[in-house]
């Protein structure tokens, strides 16, 4: 199947300081990449979709300015948490869909765990 | 509004047959998804449904009632590395993946 690279997978930071993750589709092209966050015991929730060349779409209630999303080729998109505090700690997931094949299905990057000191 | 309905936990025996049920109600519906998470991974696709019926995939079968708005994950000859949580996604009309908040699995020995 295709695959999906995210990386740091591991990031500790302190309060204040901007942290950059990256998503990368390695043998695909990913038009639209979808960054989730995941907090201890919960699901994975939809922060927002990123679009190739253009903005990306935020969930509601999640920051554009906190979260900026870049996605500036069909395999690379790249989510920065500026100013990070504590409460951004979480696991940070982003997933591509393969259009060019017609399963639907989903790939997911192997996620990135954020702790803010 | 949508919504996405799973038992929050279950436990089964190794060499058991579990059965994970999954009720949803979305805007429109363009196939469901189970996908399996062990702690601290990124979740990891098990099986795609849009038409009625049963999949089969090894140990792992999926089945889907559209009229129902119900899905089933059955996982057979249950092994101790099946201890994860299952989550169950369905897809709407427009192409927006509703999660829900899984089902953790608890295999005992």
């Known amino acids: 199947g295709a695959v999906v690279s995210q990386h740091p997978s591991w990031v500790i930071c302190k309060s204040g300081t901007s942290v950059k993750i990256e998503c990368r589709s390695l043998?695909?092209?990913?038009?639209?990449m979808f960054w989730y966050r995941q907090f201890p015991k919960q699901s994975l929730m939809l922060m927002a979709t990123?679009?190739?060349?253009?903005?990306?779409?935020?969930e509601q209630g999640v920051e554009k300015d906190k979260f900026l999303i870049n996605h500036a080729s069909l395999t690379l998109s790249t989510l920065t948490v500026t100013s990070a505090h504590p409460e951004d700690s979480s696991f940070y997931i982003c997933s591509a869909r393969d259009t060019s094949v017609d399963t639907g299905e989903l790939f997911f990057g192997e996620g990135s765990r954020l702790t803010v000191l | 509004g949508q919504n996405i309905d799973q038992p929050t936990e279950m436990t089964a025996t190794e060499g058991a047959i579990v059965q994970i049920n999954c009720t949803y109600q979305t805007s429109g519906f363009n196939g469901l998804f189970w996908y399996q998470q062990h702690a601290g991974e990124a979740p990891t696709f098990l099986s795609y449904?849009?038409l009625d019926g049963l999949e089969e995939k090894g140990r792992f079968s999926s089945f889907l009632s559209r009229s129902k708005g119900y899905s089933y994950l059955l996982l057979k000859e249950l092994q101790m590395k099946d201890s994860a949580s299952y989550l169950c996604?369905?897809?709407?009309?427009?192409?927006?993946?509703?999660w829900g908040a899984g089902t953790k699995l608890i295999i005992k020995p």
């Open positions: 043998d695909f092209q990913a038009t639209t």
């Open positions: 990123s679009n190739e060349g253009s903005k990306a779409t935020y």
């Open positions: 996604a369905a897809l709407d009309s427009n192409y927006q993946l509703i």
């Open positions: 449904n849009v």
